[in-house]
């Protein structure tokens, strides 16, 4: 049973692990979304044990606990059976997981662009001059270079890396979500231009599993307190 510790009221950078333990059918807890769990939770940034996490999410997995979105998934991956067996494969998902967490980044910027302790409304100027850049520029060039990457995978162009589902193709899933939710205009308009990276999202979203988990209780749906918000303003 792995434990999940992440705030209980979005997606997240938590969804990229939550989709992950979906997509293989895994036992896990969303501690914090239980009796007591945002306790739990606290405690565990607050704990004296060894390399306590910095910040969410972070899982348990039996006693090891490890915090950071890629390194979570570069542990799960072979577990779950969501990552290449060789070398150079799992080295290339995490590679993959990073320059998500990249855009991610960016993506929480588009709303923060000053600094996370201030509110949106105190930052809505600095805001929209940020995500003009990120529209126009940085979602192309990232959502392009996904593109180049499944083109030239030597496997095919279904997956990212490999010849099978990886937790990099399910994190590219989610932000495709999070972009057309964001930004649907300008999501829309690059998607237009993307055939690959829209087969995939699609594939990914057509999975069993991650059909299932989309339509249940234990989707969050995305909000105005999460990384990727819907601000009208900010679209362009
Ligand atoms: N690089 C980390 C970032 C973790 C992070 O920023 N977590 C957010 C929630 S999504 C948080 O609670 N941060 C608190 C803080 O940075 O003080 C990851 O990818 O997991």
Do not use: C
């Not at 705030?7 to 807890?29: D, H, M, S």
């Not at 239980?34 to 390399?51: E, H, N, Q, T, W």
């Not at 080295?91 to 855009?103: M, S």
């Not at 990276?197 to 594939?203: F, G, K, M, R």
């Amino acid at each position: 049973m792995y434990k999940l510790y992440y705030w209980p009221e979005i997606q997240g950078r938590g969804e990229f692990v939550r989709l992950a333990l979906e997509a293989a059918g895994a036992k896990y807890q969303d501690v914090a979304r239980r009796a007591k769990g945002m306790d739990a939770l606290i405690a565990g940034l607050k704990s004296d044990a060894p390399m306590p996490p910095y910040a969410p999410p972070y899982l348990q997995d039996g006693e090891l606990v490890i915090a950071q979105t890629a390194a979570i998934l570069a542990h799960l991956g072979p577990k779950l059976g969501l990552a290449p067996k060789d070398d150079a494969g799992r080295l290339h998902a995490l590679q993959l997981q990073l320059t998500i967490a990249d855009l991610v980044d960016e993506a929480h910027n588009t709303h923060h662009p000053v600094g996370s302790a201030l509110y949106y409304e105190e930052q809505k100027k600095e805001a929209k001059r940020y995500t003009k850049n990120f529209r126009k520029l940085r979602i192309p060039k990232y959502l392009g270079y996904f593109e180049r990457v499944l083109a030239a995978n030597p496997q095919g162009p279904e997956h990212l890396v490999g010849d099978a589902l990886s937790y990099a193709d399910l994190s590219l899933f989610q932000v495709v979500e999070g972009l057309k939710y964001a930004f649907p205009k300008a999501a829309a308009r690059e998607l237009d231009t993307l055939p690959l990276v829209t087969a995939l999202h699609q594939a990914v979203g057509r999975l069993p599993r991650i059909k299932a988990y989309m339509k249940s209780k234990r989707r969050i749906a995305f909000n105005e307190q999460g990384i990727f918000r819907r601000y009208p303003e900010l679209d362009g």
